[in-house]
């Protein structure tokens, strides 16, 4: 099992390939193709799991061949299923397949689902190779596979302007992450003269090092991850079809930040002052989507915000560094289950109703679609943190784990970790209520229905998940356990700043009054957008701003220095090189008139001359 695990890689590429090239012959079989895949990798991760289980230091690398034999620089390509990566596998298969059988259904009347299947066994592909390679190199090139796979789902409908404008800004943003993570390689190759995982965790860096590697690697972090400042692109990511959210929400592209960070642990426990960054990071971004998700009417924008702020808390579970990845881990694969849950049950309101996804032309959706409604709600008890479910289990961790920091430091990241737990249960509230709950807005053409069941059996699998899913990853400390030799041992004993049980108190009644405001506040809903509201809900309706302050920020002094280099570069070194052209052409021309080809004017220059020099040596002579 081990030596062939390249096949997880192997086998979703070439089922893409197989999809992009058949052509329209394959319309038929290729959806089943495309879902049959992820689900045969899933069964076969689960027996390498066992494989590797049974090693007794959870270790296995392999190396298949040489990569880049150049001079002193040697790249061996090989996998590494070590105890992190088989968590993420499992996690990229498993709820990978679930959201692939329900696209068979979603997208069963799709024109390019061929098309399609081929992108979504791509983005396996990339994903797979991003969290199994055994050097950053390997890392970055399915890194680099991941931005471009994202790039085409989510312009599948790339003929709509915004469609194709949110590829191209989700492209972007995170090609200014990537250049963090270029690098940060070339900074580990620069003073380790390797890129594998081995040499370049187990250096001895100086802080200076240490910190610059680790802040570039956060770069690159924050543009996969959709983390504070490169968050805005994930929003706008909604354009692609629903089972492209839930996939890049849920099992792939957004918690590949969380792995990188989590995989160069050791690079960060010697830089703390990268750490710090990473927890602000969090910090920020965790409130970002929770006051950004308050302001949303677009369903799955707000189940996108809040993705960002779940990301949040995970980004700073893994800068609490030691004994705290693991938590931060956890979490991600519980935030898998709940969100793809959440997504593929918004996917299958907006199937319902017309493609529509203004939670304002919903309401009293929970009586004709009781599947659906029943998947969200396990959803929506998971993410907020409702006794028991999964949000419960994983994310209070974080909370718990961010006051035990100790220290001002320790109360304010706490504090801000809890009032986004609050801030979530009222725009999560918001949700349920506006599209289940109320009176009946929709338009007279749209007919509500519930989903085929080969859309809503993954459904029910993943609302199972996000309910019981955080007490078997937490229970006996099993998975902290089973990640120790990746990320070193959680913590779990010990004096706390809080109490758990004060704590667990304070959580639940935050919660509790996260709920009731959502419950009061949104009790009636409009059928429009209200107008002349306050200055906090115009800020939440326009994402903090976000898009301005990048544009004038970011993106206006990059086209202002543009405009500079280009004006310097035809005025100043084109000017001096054309100027040089210009000079010597315009010389030679008048030169050329010299020869005119008549040999009186030549005999009378020769004339000329003569009687000039005659004229110097005389005035010579007598001087």
């Known amino acids: 099992m081990q030596a062939v695990a390249w096949l997880l890689i192997a086998v979703p590429a070439v089922s893409a390939a197989l999809l992009l090239l058949v052509g329209k012959r394959g319309d038929k079989w290729a959806p089943y193709l495309g879902a049959l895949v992820p689900v045969a990798l899933f069964v076969f991760s689960v027996f390498l799991f066992f494989s590797v289980k049974g090693e007794s230091n959870r270790h296995v690398e392999k190396n298949y061949f040489s990569w880049v034999p150049v001079g002193g620089f040697h790249v061996e390509f090989g996998l590494l299923t070590d105890p992190l990566a088989l968590v993420f596998v499992l996690l990229i298969t498993g709820v990978g397949s679930l959201i692939h059988i329900y696209a068979v259904g979603y997208m069963a009347h799709d024109p390019g689902r061929r098309r399609f299947f081929g992108y979504f066994n791509l983005f396996i592909a990339a994903m797979l190779l991003l969290v199994l390679s055994n050097s950053y190199l390997a890392l970055y090139v399915g890194w680099e596979g991941v931005g471009v796979a994202s790039y085409l789902l989510i312009s599948y409908y790339y003929t709509r302007s915004t469609a194709a404008t949110a590829g191209n800004k989700a492209f972007f943003a995170n090609r200014v992450g990537d250049v963090g993570l270029s690098i940060a390689i070339m900074l580990m190759f620069t003073y380790v003269g390797s890129t ?18 680790a802040l570039m690697l956060l770069l690159g972090a924050c543009g996969k991850s959709g983390q504070f400042p490169l968050q805005t692109w994930l929003p706008d990511a909604m354009e692609g079809p629903t089972p492209v959210s839930a996939l890049i929400h849920a099992a792939t592209m957004v918690t590949a930040g969380v792995y990188l960070i989590a995989r160069s642990a050791s690079i960060f426990d010697a830089a703390p002052a ?33 993705t960002i702020s779940q990301i949040g808390y995970m980004f700073l579970a893994v800068g609490l560094g030691k004994g705290v990845y693991a938590i931060g881990i956890i979490h991600l694969v519980g935030h898998g289950f709940f969100k793809a849950a959440l997504f593929l049950s918004a996917g299958s309101v907006m199937h319902a109703m017309n493609d529509r996804i203004d939670m304002r032309r919903f309401g009293g959706l929970a009586k004709v679609m009781p599947i659906t409604f029943g998947v969200f709600l396990c959803g929506y008890l998971a993410i907020i943190g409702f006794p028991f479910a999964t949000g419960f289990w994983t994310k209070d961790k974080i909370i718990e784990s961010a006051f035990d920091k100790g220290g001002t430091s320790g109360y304010v990241l706490g504090s801000i970790a809890l009032l986004g737990a609050g801030l979530t249960a009222f725009y999560m509230t918001r949700a349920l209520v506006m599209t289940f709950f109320g009176k009946r807005r929709w338009e007279d053409d749209v007919h509500p229905h519930e989903a085929s069941p080969v859309m809503w059996l993954p459904m029910a699998v993943l609302a199972v998940l996000a309910l019981a899913g955080g007490w078997l990853l937490i229970a006996g400390g099993r998975v902290q356990e089973w990640l120790t030799p990746s990320v070193g041992p959680s913590i779990e004993v010990g004096e706390h700043t809080v109490s758990k049980p004060v704590l667990t108190i304070l959580t639940l009644v935050v919660v509790a009054l996260g709920v009731a405001g959502g419950l009061v506040a949104f009790r009636r809903v409009p059928a429009t957008q209200p107008v002349g509201v306050s200055p906090v809900t115009t ?23 543009t405009r500079a280099l280009v004006y310097f570069d035809n005025r100043g070194v084109d000017g001096v090189v054309g100027g040089m052209a210009a000079g010597l052409g315009g010389g030679s021309s008048r030169l050329r008139r010299i020869q005119s080809g008549f040999v009186r004017s030549y005999a009378l220059s020769m004339l000329g001359g003569t009687v000039a020099i005659v004229a110097v040596l005389l005035a010579v002579r007598f001087q």
């Open 539 to 561: 800020f939440a309706r326009r994402n903090l701003f976000a898009d301005a302050f990048n544009e004038a920020v970011l993106e206006r002094p990059g086209q202002w220095l």
């Open 274 to 306: 990268a750490r710090t960054v990473v927890t602000i990071v969090g910090a920020i971004t965790l409130l970002y989507g929770c006051i950004a998700g308050c302001g949303q009417d677009d369903l799955k924008k707000v189940l996108a915000n809040s």
């Open 196 to 213: 594998s995982f081995d040499a370049v965790l187990s250096a001895n860096y100086s802080k200076g090092v240490a910190t610059a590697i």
